[in-house]
């Protein structure tokens, strides 16, 4: 379990966990020290006469004569002053110590959630098509903090008690070795039998927790992502009775959790203050006089109100410990099986400037057997306007993704112009590619800021936006029907505007970014006719500064591109201009008859 806490920390946060224990043994012996001071303080105030006879109180006394204390009262005084810095001292650094402990266990929330959302979004695309986005952010956001609050911090808490009790009982041995040995065996016996009993059954709560956290993610994500469908289709009880019973044993099993972490408190501050008055009276038995007893009794008590506490936090960490073991191995899992990607070798992006060549293609996705796309070769020129056409299903966008650099091929290439893209060089393609989906992203935002998704606010230009707005042929729409134009805030996915509005944002953001190759998979679809032949238009009046590629159903949107690919059943039928195609495929020719 340790092994396992240690592995999600860096090399320098291991360090600085180092340095922490060394505070925390620090702090313990200053406590040592405060509770140890008790015994002479209240030796001297029950019996006077110990200052004559014990030597080292005798030789404290005559030494503090160097600092004005002359008679027995003062001594008092001095010694109960001495008594109380120390108690302050101890205070201070344990609340010094403290304050590190907790920055240190909250930090790491922070720390690894940011690693482990790092190393998602630099997950090959593959990677998220196996993936619900509802676990990954339950991982990031919940198991995360599991492995925190039950994990890390239980894990300090442990070392720092154990360094406390141990150095405390310690002291006890020096003082009265039978009954220390005695007093120490018997509540560490009663907090194993107890650890023992309940161990099982936190394991068991644990991993139903972690399914559970994930139930209730996803019935949440799906609620909200389908919340149009479910209040049409009056599904709201089926998704409202789907969370409560995830969300009822998450609950119920967290407070198990507390409860059995907290419960043992009562009875064992029982056992240890009757095993107190069972000093008293040993010890009178033995000495005879309260005044010989009296500050080992004090010793006593001041050391079991230190060391009960960190018995109970003992327990309580072993306990959460118990409990956290499968978040912690479900973060730990995520972390070996994520790819590490490579940095990128270059710092300039590949611009397209002459052809894209696509070489021996085959692809099947991870969990298919079935080639998605066959023996693909085929080459685009830059600067022109591409088409891709087929049936739904006949690996249109397949190709894309391949072209995009987010598949990786089974077999053949991808190459630009001269180069041949890779994983180490694909972030540098993609750079120059501006993409718009059927589906539009669209965050709860400004227009301006959607449209320069990814851009910082402070750096988001302006002009740049009404220039790509006005090729999208969305500027009209902004200055004449939205209160705040540019920055007004769309809602979340951009539920206050119609698809089609959705996609002008989509190909505006496109153009933002001055990318040389242009993606279209379907991202005219939404629009009306006129609309679409204004886009159309005005991109065809930028397509000799860059390529675009357009997947399309309606065949008006193709039929004007420079060279058209027919895709069927993941296999190029044919090529070349609209005009050409149709009069010598009859395969491209059945197609459009079929889509007309």
Request: overall charge positive; hydrophobic content about 45%; charged content about 20%.
């Amino acid at each position: 379990m340790i092994k396992k806490l240690l592995y999600l920390l860096s090399t320098g946060e291991q360090k600085k966990m180092y340095l922490l224990f060394v505070m925390m043994l620090t702090m313990a012996l200053i406590d040592m020290i405060g509770v140890a001071s008790i015994m002479p303080f209240i030796a001297v105030l029950s019996n006077p006469e110990i200052i004559h006879t014990n030597h080292l109180i005798q030789f404290i006394f005559r030494y503090s004569g160097q600092f004005g204390i002359e008679t027995e009262q003062q001594f008092f005084f001095f010694l109960g002053i001495l008594v109380l810095f120390l108690l302050i001292l101890s205070l201070s650094f344990k609340a010094l110590t403290l304050f590190f402990q907790f920055k240190f266990t909250q930090m790491r929330e922070y720390s690894i959630g940011k690693r482990l959302i790092e190393s998602y979004l630099h997950q090959p695309y593959s990677w998220f098509l196996n993936h619900h986005s509802a676990e990954l952010g339950k991982t990031i956001l919940s198991e995360v903090r599991s492995v925190v609050a039950s994990g890390i911090s239980p894990m300090i808490n442990l070392i720092s008690n154990s360094i406390v009790a141990i150095i405390l009982l310690a002291l006890l041995i020096v003082i009265n070795p039978k009954l220390a040995l005695i007093a120490g065996f018997t509540l560490t016996l009663a907090y194993a039998l107890l650890y023992k009993t309940v161990r099982s059954f936190l394991n068991k709560i644990g991993k139903e927790t972690v399914i559970d956290d994930s139930s209730r993610f996803k019935a949440v994500s799906e609620s909200f992502g389908a919340a149009k469908e479910i209040k049409l289709g009056g599904f709201e009880k089926v998704y409202i009775d789907r969370f409560a019973k995830s969300a009822k044993n998450y609950s119920r099993n967290q407070a198990n959790t507390k409860i059995i972490a907290l419960l043992p408190r009562f009875g064992l501050e029982a056992i240890a203050f009757g095993g107190i008055i069972l000093v008293v009276l040993s010890l009178l038995s033995d000495s005879g006089t309260l005044n010989n007893v009296l500050p080992v009794i004090a010793l006593y008590v001041f050391a079991g109100y230190r060391l009960m506490p960190a018995l109970q936090q003992i327990y309580a960490s072993l306990a959460a410990l118990r409990f956290v073991g499968p978040s912690l191995d479900s973060v730990c899992r995520n972390f070996e099986k994520l790819e590490n990607i490579p940095p990128l070798n270059e710092k300039n992006n590949i611009l397209l400037k002459n052809k894209i060549i696509l070489k021996n293609i085959n692809y099947n996705y991870p969990s298919s057997k079935k080639n998605i796309l066959r023996n693909i070769n085929i080459t685009i020129p830059a600067q022109k306007r591409i088409g891709i056409v087929g049936k739904t299903g006949s690996g249109k966008t397949t190709l894309i993704d391949i072209i995009l650099g987010l598949l990786d091929t089974r077999s053949g290439y991808l190459k630009i112009d001269d180069k041949i893209i890779n994983t180490e060089n694909q972030k540098l393609w993609q750079k120059s590619i501006g993409y718009v989906p059927q589906k539009i992203y669209l965050t709860d935002d400004t227009i301006a800021a959607n449209i320069a998704f990814g851009v910082d606010a402070k750096n988001i230009d302006l002009d740049k936006i009404i220039e790509a707005s006005k090729i999208a042929n969305l500027h009209e729409f902004v200055l004449n029907e939205l209160p705040l134009k540019y920055e007004t805030r769309i809602g979340e996915r951009g539920i206050r505007l119609s698809g089609g509005q959705s996609q002008r944002i989509g190909i505006a953001r496109a153009l933002y970014h001055e990318t040389n190759l242009l993606v279209f998979d379907e991202a005219t679809s939404a629009l009306d006719y006129h609309t679409e032949k204004s886009v159309m238009e005005a991109l065809n009046k930028i397509s000799k500064d860059r390529t675009i590629i357009i997947i399309a159903h309606r065949l008006n949107t193709i039929m004007e591109c420079d060279k058209i690919f027919f895709l069927e059943k993941g296999e190029i039928k044919g090529e070349g201009r609209y005009d050409e195609l149709i009069n010598t495929n009859n395969s491209f020719k059945t197609f459009t008859l079929a889509s007309t």
